[in-house]
């Protein structure tokens, strides 16, 4: 046992009792009120307190004194010791070699190490505990464990009980009435409910048939558009909401098990209401079912104007004039261009694609859709530095540059040749053609037609502005709506030498020269074709 006093507390080996009032020789040991602190002086003159059997301290008046041991504790809590007369060949004598090496242990006994305290200060003797609550119901949901306040109620009567300033009685626990129970019931069968109908839904998403109409759909007719990008579920819901099928989960599945059914392209589909889901996808399979309008590549807008009519059922020119009108509110570009000499302001702005045409729409809402498009696509070109890098004034110049190739070349092959002899045609410093460009795309352009038989005489009688052959330069404006690949080649043109070239063939086969020699070459294999 360690106390405050060190060593003070070891057990003789002599076999006597440590304290049966027998005095023992201890080397006088220093006293600590706190550890670390500096010693006070005089140490080994301090007065040590003992008590009597009354519990009433007494003093002894020098340190080499010896005490009649007393049976109580000193201030400190440690029991004082009356040293013998220190021995100077052993300051240790009569010790034990180790710590309770061959010792009685009188621990647990009346001369156990401490005493027993006086009397006044004794602890009274705890009190019998509580009766154990029988085996079945010590559950805290049946007894009441668990409650915060009774467990807070039994810790504070502990506390008193250690103390010794008396007991509170123990609370007796709670016990649940059976309406606790019937919450558990309650709530547990909820649970089940719960589980119950959400694991019915997960077999009807997941096994059980989606809902379906049957059949090929009512006489009633409806036109659905599907957006570009659209995917099965987008499209079923579209088609859910137009009252064409009952599910999009039957429309998506039909979809799956369909040959080709996610070929589905946007547009705009005439469909009939209350269609089974495979009919509807089956339909919207057959182009003949889609009332859209495809602008093709190098398309002029004149073609365009007329199949809207026709999709929109309405007669003709009435889009042509509606562009005419409203061209304005188009969104155009700011650097697209409409003098007097432009024969069509929306001409190369009605980008190449498939835009929903139904019955019922109107001519301008279609137009906006390709000028939009065209915008877009342009815009992301970034048009207006380009053209400045490659010779041109502004990038309306460079749009028509684009229909120029389109229009000329036949394959994708020949879109970047032809794009430098155009360039190279333009240059200022051009003795081969004199900056014409001498195209019959263009003077076809004016006329309405496409005949790549122009006899000289016609062709050199007109000065249209639009005759490449008796004007320089660029026509006023595009002469037709170039695509992708033909606005590419017009920004990124081969740097070869071309600048003539033939379609020897008549149709598809087009061949380039760098010299007025080999473009006679050329010349003579064309007529030699064509039988001129």
């Not at 016990?175 to 019937?182: L, P, V």
């Amino acid at each position: 046992m360690y106390g405050d006093g060190g060593w003070e507390g070891q057990q003789p080996h002599d076999g006597r009792q440590p304290y049966g009032g027998q005095p023992q020789h201890y080397p006088q040991q220093p006293q600590y009120d706190n550890w670390g602190q500096e010693q006070q002086p005089g140490y080994g003159h301090e007065q040590y307190p003992y008590y009597d059997e009354q519990g009433h301290p007494q003093y002894a008046g020098h340190p080499q004194h010896q005490y009649q041991q007393q049976g109580g504790w000193n201030a400190t809590g440690t029991h004082g010791q009356v040293p013998y007369p220190p021995d100077p060949a052993d300051p240790y004598g009569q010790q034990p070699v180790g710590y309770g090496g061959g010792q009685p242990d009188f621990y647990g006994s009346e001369d156990a190490y401490p005493p027993p305290e006086p009397p006044g200060r004794r602890r009274p003797d705890p009190e019998p505990e509580p009766e154990a609550v029988p085996e079945e119901e010590n559950h805290p949901f049946f007894t009441g464990g668990g409650d915060d306040d009774d467990d807070e109620e039994h810790e504070l009567a502990n506390r008193r009980d250690r103390r010794g300033k008396g007991k509170k009685p123990v609370k007796p626990k709670k016990r649940r009435t059976g309406c606790a129970c019937m919450v558990v019931v309650l709530v547990f069968g909820g649970g089940l409910g719960g589980v119950g109908y959400y694991g019915y839904k997960f077999y009807q998403n997941r096994f059980a048939p989606a809902p379906d109409y049957k059949g090929d759909g009512t006489g009633e007719s409806v036109t659905v558009e599907i957006p570009k990008g659209a995917g099965g579920w987008d499209i079923g819901n579209r088609l859910k909401e137009a009252g064409v099928v009952k599910s999009a989960e039957a429309f998506v599945h039909a979809q799956n098990d369909i040959k080709g059914g996610n070929g589905i392209q946007a547009g705009a589909y005439l469909l009939k209401k209350e269609m089974s889901a495979a009919s509807a996808v089956k339909m919207m399979l057959d182009p003949n079912s889609q009332n859209n309008v495809v602008v093709t590549p190098g398309e002029r807008n004149a073609g365009v104007y007329e199949a809207i009519d026709k999709k929109l059922e309405l007669s003709a020119g009435t889009t042509q004039k509606a562009a005419q009108a409203s061209f304005k509110s188009f969104g155009m570009p700011t650097w697209a261009q409409n003098n007097g000499e432009v024969k069509d302001p929306l001409e190369g702005f009605l980008f190449p694609g498939t835009y929903p045409a139904a019955k019922g729409m109107k001519p301008d809402a279609i137009l906006k859709q390709m000028v939009a498009q065209a915008k877009s696509k342009y815009d992301a070109y970034g048009l207006t530095a380009k053209a400045e890098s490659l010779g041109l004034n502004n990038a309306f110049q460079l749009v028509t540059v684009a229909s120029l190739v389109q229009a000329e070349g036949k394959t994708h092959d020949d879109f970047r040749k032809m794009a430098e002899v155009v360039y190279n045609r333009l240059k200022p410093g051009n003795t081969e053609t004199n900056q014409l460009l001498q195209f019959d795309s263009t003077y076809n352009y004016l006329k309405g037609t496409s005949n790549i038989h122009i006899s000289e005489k016609e062709i050199n009688s007109n000065h249209n502005p639009y005759n490449t052959y008796t004007h320089k330069g660029l026509p006023p404006g595009p002469i037709g709506n170039p695509g992708e690949d033909a606005m590419l080649a017009a920004l990124n043109p081969t740097h070869d030498g071309w600048i003539y070239f033939v379609a020897t063939d008549g149709q598809n086969n087009t061949e380039f020269a760098k010299t007025y020699a080999e473009f006679q070459q050329l010349k003579e294999k064309f007529n030699a074709t064509s039988g001129n």
